[in-house]
Nanobody, 113 residues
């Protein structure tokens, strides 16, 4: 099982990024998947989930309406579309399979004001 995130970087406030998480060793669409993030000096927080049935949930109020979780079954890839980015979105973003738990190494997202 391997999860590899990509798409992070440095962008100005108001910009957009799309994070990708390529899965291997399992079929992503048959599991509940998630994006977490960890900002400097803060605990890791759950940002969004997508169930095997395709139901999506955003858990962080400050990103509702700006972030969208999705997946491409053909590419076995999970996405997090992030729009109208704010400096407080700066964090390392991790994708993961909820159970059995497996997490990627993370991708850094930095938003400049």
């Amino acid at each position: 099982v391997q999860l590899v995130e990509s798409g992070g970087g440095l962008v100005q406030a108001g910009g957009s990024l799309r994070l990708s998480c390529a899965a291997s060793g399992f079929t992503l669409s048959t599991y509940d998947m998630a994006w977490h993030r960890q900002a400097p000096g803060k605990e890791r927080e759950l940002v969004a989930t997508i169930t095997s049935g395709g139901v999506t949930t955003i858990f962080v109020d400050s990103v509702k309406g700006r972030f969208t979780i999705s997946r491409d079954n053909a590419k076995n890839t999970l996405y997090l579309q992030m729009n109208s980015l704010k400096p407080e979105d700066t964090a390392i973003y991790y994708c993961g399979r909820l159970w059995p738990a497996s997490w990627g190494q993370g991708t850094q997202v930095t938003i400049s004001s």
